[in-house]
């Protein structure tokens, strides 16, 4: 595999970090009617007991198949989903379609604005230290850059193409914009904008993420790395 297109695939992750879409409290108010639903199967309050499902607190950001105490189908355990804003509406649109073999016999949820109500919903099911941590630090990010992104990319106004195009000032553009850069074609077609959801669930499994993608960065496995690098990168303007 070309260094290159490698590249292309980490910067596509950075770049994500950028754009975040409103949310309002009526959004999160009709999010939480619609939630009553789930309630016949989870528990959505911290700490909640695993019911017929597994209780559901807290799991933005979060690996799919790991709550504790909770048997979970070889599907979802062995699935290595990590829960972002973009896989979690597309489960619950039609959940057997997304993951086959998965137990869960919800039939789906159809309307994508009920989708993204319910989804403003569950972004407040977090306990406070997350919140704080969701928020990052661009301080923290740079050092998390260095280590991770630096080889690969340059960050400053007017910086080279190294193996992966230069990420100054990315925030809210599409996808493989940079001109010069030879990127992969499943980002080519993909018709992201790299919002801060695309950029977090990109960054914590990028072949998961997007299917075809020719990035082999392994992904950030902690929720404060993630919003670290995502808040470094918002200041880069």
Same mark, same amino acid.
């Given at each position: ?54 209780? @559901?607190? !807290?799991?933005?950001?979060?690996? &799919? $198949?790991?709550? %504790?105490?909770? +048997?979970?189908?070889?599907?979802? *355990? ?20 997304? @993951?086959? !073999?998965?137990?869960?016999?919800? &039939? $789906?949820?159809? %309307?994508?604005? +009920?989708?993204?109500?319910?989804? *403003? ?35 400053? +106004? ?80």
């Amino acid at each position: 595999m070309k260094l290159t297109n490698i590249i292309s695939t980490c910067v596509a992750g950075a770049v994500l970090m950028m754009a975040s879409s409103a949310v309002y409290a009526d959004d999160i108010d009709k999010g939480k009617k619609l939630a009553k639903k789930c309630t016949g199967c989870h528990t959505l309050n911290e700490g909640g007991k695993n019911r017929l499902g597994p209780n @559901l607190y !807290g799991i933005l950001g979060q690996p &799919a $198949g790991k709550v %504790k105490g909770y +048997k979970y189908s070889k599907a979802m *355990a062995s699935s290595d989903i990590v829960w972002n804003n973009n896989n979690f509406t597309d489960f619950i649109e039609k959940p057997k379609k997304f @993951l086959k !073999g998965t137990k869960m016999g919800y &039939a $789906g949820l159809k %309307k994508a604005t +009920k989708r993204a109500d319910l989804l *403003a919903y569950f972004e407040t099911l977090r306990s406070e230290n997350l919140r704080k941590v969701v928020a990052g630090n661009a301080t923290d990010g740079t050092r998390v850059a260095e280590k991770h992104c630096n080889v690969c990319h340059s960050f400053e +106004k007017g910086g080279k193409v190294v193996f992966g195009p230069n990420l100054f000032n990315m925030a809210g553009k599409p996808a493989a914009a940079i001109k010069g850069f030879r990127y992969s074609r499943a980002l080519t077609n993909s018709n992201l904008i790299w919002t801060d959801d695309n950029l977090l669930g990109f960054l914590a499994n990028p072949e998961q993420f997007l299917k075809g993608t020719t990035a082999r960065f392994p992904g950030l496995k902690t929720a404060k790395q993630k919003a670290d690098i995502l808040a470094y990168m918002k200041s880069l303007k």
